[in-house]
Every structure is written in C-alpha cells, then in structure tokens.
C-alpha cells in the first residue's frame, strides 16, 4: 500500500530525476563511491544492495567492480535512468528495482553487503530504513552509509543560500530548531550512535572531503537545484528575475572561488559510516 506520504515523495524525485541523472550522478559522487566501496571491502563476485540509488552513483561503480548489484529506488524515472547507464556500459549484472528503502520487498539475509549513498540520510524514518538494510544483508556482512557532515562544512548550500538571501532579504535560511532532513545525522557521533542502536557491531565512522568542482555559476545552480527537491522549495517562492539575478551572483562567486583558476572547488564535509551485522 503506498500511503499519501510515500506518494508525495517518489513524485518529487520523478520531478528531478532526469536533471539529476544528468547533472548530479555523473560526478564527484563516482569517486566518492569509489572510497565507500574500498572501505567496505567489496570484492567482485559478492551480492550487493544499494538503497535509494538514485540513477547509480553507487550501483554503477559496484558493478564495474565486478559485484552483483541490485540498486532500488522510490523514484520509478531514477530507476529508468539506472537502467539506461546499465544498458549503456554493458553491466550485466546491475539491476534496478522500484522499490520503498524503508519497506524493501526482499527476503532475510540476501546480500553479501549493504549500502546507501546519500540516500537513507533522507528518509523520513532512517532508522527503519537501516534496520531493513541490515535485515537483507546476511550475518557478518558490511553494511554502509554515506551521509552529510555537519551543516556549516557544507559550503555549496551556504553559499546557495546566501545568494537566495541577497534576492529575497526575507528568506530565514535554515532554523537551527528545525534542521533538514539531509542534515538529520550529521551531528558529532550521531550517526555512529544510531547504526550502534540498530544492532551493527564494529561500527567505524570515517570523515571524508567531498570535493564539487564548478565551472560557472550556471553550472552549480543546476546541481544544487537538481541534487534535491528540497532545494527547489527554498526557490519556489522567487519571481523569474530573481532567479536569473540569483545565477548571476553565483556566477559571480564561483569567479571568486576559482581566483582565476578553473574550476572552483567547493568542499562537503562527508561521513562514511560501516559496520557488521551481528552473526
């Protein structure tokens, strides 16, 4: 049954799933992937379960590893796109699924291993959506995920926010009562202590500089409006003009940024969180 909730959810990541594919997926998320897998330890050959994959920042670079990849996503147009880049590169062995994280339709103790890259860090209910991956994956195997560092290291939405701010004075930014959800376990130890209370032993939790390269302004204003619906809801309430004077101050800063050396770099702070389900 898909409740009201749910269905408003998979609609907003339809809205943007082909942006996303086209501007979020293809970039430092690869390489970011890249070191989630190496710490994992995933090797080729092993079943591996990606949650809320997006278009395959995650499941893409698992199956050119060589694993045996299920990536499912509530997002029906993401999964499509997933399927694409499969298709495209010839993997075999990645399938894609239409599938809620926080209620996966699959058996006990499937897969060799577990992950999510800025995925289950969004759920309305992460710890049920940990609690699930943890289920499917059988007893001794790594379970992962990939999640935002504190709010202040994340300097694109800073500085996306402060230009929303030089177009409309009125907009509050974010509240400090009430921080987004993509933020919701990037406090110190948060999220070692949630994946600890969902039963993973071993839990190590390792700090990583996520680095997003900008050419232009233009460019970092259709990442940041395509990597989540949530920041297109910071933006509904602006008038066109103000749009087109909000791209030019990130042209602007991105300009500053680079110091005259292509591109700018703007740093995240990323927590990689692992564990081991218990035997």
Known sequence: MITTEISNIRKAWDGIAVNFDRYVTPTA???LAKTALHFAGLNPGRQFLDVASGSGALSLPA???GAKVLAVDISPVMIERLKARAEEEGLKHLEGRVMDG???DLEDNTFDMAGSQFGVMLFPNFQQGLSEMIRVTRPGGPVFLVAFGPLQNAEFLGLFIEA?????????GI???????PFQVSGDGVLQQKMEAAGLENVRVRPFIHRLSFYTGRQMWNWVTSSNPITNEMISGLADRQKKRLVQILEDRIKERSRGKEPAILEVGVNIGIGEKVK
């Open 164 to 172: 929303i701010q030089e177009v409309e004075p009125d907009f509050s």
């Open 102 to 104: 926080q209620h996966l």
């Open 29 to 31: 998320n690869w390489v």
């Open 175 to 181: 509240s400090p009562d009430k921080p987004l959800l």
């Open 63 to 65: 199956a050119r590893l």
